[in-house]
Nanobody, 121 residues
Framework: VHLVESGGGLVQPGGSLRLSCSVSGNIFSILDMGWYRQAPGKARTLVASITIRDSSAHYEDSVKGRFTISRGDARTTVSLQMNNLTSGDTAEYFC???????????????WGQGTQVTVSS
């Protein structure tokens, strides 16, 4: 199973970025996909997640109203639209997915390699 992220970069305060992530490999079923972030010296925290079956979304309080998570029609991709970015959003962003690789597998969490988001003037 592989998760590949794209879309990070440098943006000015107040700007926008869109992160995308796709999951591939041996997959029986996917429960949800999401994004975590980790700033230097800080713990990795959940930013947003979405269930694949019904697109139920969850957001960390600081990003509510600014970030929107969505899944693709193929149900193997997820995007995070980030608007009105601030310096506090600067971090490495990691895509994650909880899935079962096979019918007999336990639910397992997989991670992408991370993509850097830097908000600076």
């Amino acid at each position: 199973v592989h998760l590949v992220e794209s879309g990070g970069g440098l943006v000015q305060p107040g700007g926008s970025l869109r992160l995308s992530c796709s999951v591939s490999g041996n997959i029986f079923s996917i429960l949800d996909m999401g994004w975590y972030r980790q700033a230097p010296g800080k713990a990795r925290t959940l930013v947003a997640s979405i269930t694949i079956r019904d697109s139920s979304a969850h957001y960390e309080d600081s990003v509510k109203g600014r970030f929107t998570i969505s899944r693709g029609d193929a149900r193997t991709t997820v995007s995070l639209q980030m608007n009105n970015l601030t310096s506090g959003d600067t971090a490495e962003y990691f895509c994650t997915s909880r899935l079962r690789p096979s019918e007999l597998s336990d639910l397992t969490t997989y991670w992408g390699q991370g993509t850097q988001v830097t908000v600076s003037s």
